[in-house]
């Protein structure tokens, strides 16, 4: 965790020192060496997105990442889990918008950590998304939280996420 941090850190910091937050998101995706997945399907009866005025209400989300942090799944390897579903929601994004420079902040994030009754780390877990929002839209991606833990999730799924997303006029 400390190394993933570490690393983290000093990523974020050669961003700011080379001015990659005046980049586009796709430019910033692309410096990091991170590609969009592929949209994943509703399991039910709902959709990925629903747009309100200028907000757009992203459905929970989860990685193809499975089983509970705190005891088949390490911290380190949900911060994985949350940071994975930050890319399907990017794609979700880009396809919510045809254009990830249509965004004008992420709002509010709920975070739902399948683990353990001991586990009490969510927050550690849910930095994995959010310091992917924040690598990837600058200012833009910083955002009002809340991080949980669940005593299980569809699919046995590591983290599910819900987004808010405020749209440019």
Known sequence: MKKNLAVLSLMLCSLLVHGLYAQSPQENLKQMGLSLPEISQPIANYVKWKQVGNLLYLS?????????????????????????TGLEVIAVLQAATGDLGKIKQVVKVL??????????????????????????????????????????????????????VELEH
């Not at 690598?135 to 569809?154: D, M």
């Open 60 to 84: 929970g989300t989860g990685p193809k990442i499975y089983g509970k942090v705190g005891a088949e799944l390490t911290t380190e390897q949900g911060y994985e889990a949350a940071k994975a």
């Open 111 to 164: 975070g739902m950590v399948n683990s353990t009754p001991e586990f009490t780390a969510h927050p550690a877990v849910m930095n994995g998304f959010s310091d992917l929002m924040v690598a990837v839209f600058g200012e833009k991606g910083k955002h009002a939280r809340s991080a949980i833990g669940v005593s299980s999730l569809p699919n046995n799924m590591a983290v599910e996420i819900e987004v808010i």
